[in-house]
């Protein structure tokens, strides 16, 4: 869990937000008012809003504000005491990167994907283990597999 998280008002514009996230190379910004967690805000939000210009960058329209852009609560939140089983099935059940963790609506960390794998590869490397099973299948026909191409 990280503890020590960078939060954004949900006045701020969203090219800003954007900077920010660019900056300390992260995908996610909790949204907080008068220190309650009221939304989050990720790469994913900021991308769906903005174009790619001719240099390889985002360009975020201006007038557009993290409030605007935001997945207001309700969303997935846990306390400090949550099983890190449970983290990572409510991940994955609900397809999220990550998941801030509460006191009451008081923001008091966050847990992402990355940090989940970060506690795997240490206890991996604590621990002789065999390589995962892998199987690959060929589809020639993807109607054959029930999908359509």
Known sequence: MTRNVI?????????????????????????????????MLS???????????????VAVPPHL??????TATPLDTCEATTNVAELARTMVERKID?????TGLRLVGLVTS???????????????SEPLPFEWRLVEDARLDGVMA
């Not at 504000?65 to 935001?70: K, L, R």
């Open 98 to 102: 990550a998941i801030p963790v509460v």
């Open 7 to 39: 939060v954004v008002p949900p006045e701020l514009t969203l090219a800003h937000a954007w900077q920010i996230m660019t900056r300390h190379d992260i995908r996610h910004l909790p949204v907080v008012r008068a220190g309650a967690l009221i939304g």
């Open 114 to 128: 990355t940090d989940l794998l970060t506690l795997l590869v240490d206890r991996q490397e604590s621990v002789k």
């Open 43 to 57: 790469d994913r939000d900021v991308l769906a809003r903005g174009t790619l210009s001719s240099d390889g960058r």
């Open 65 to 70: 504000i993290v409030g605007e852009a935001m």
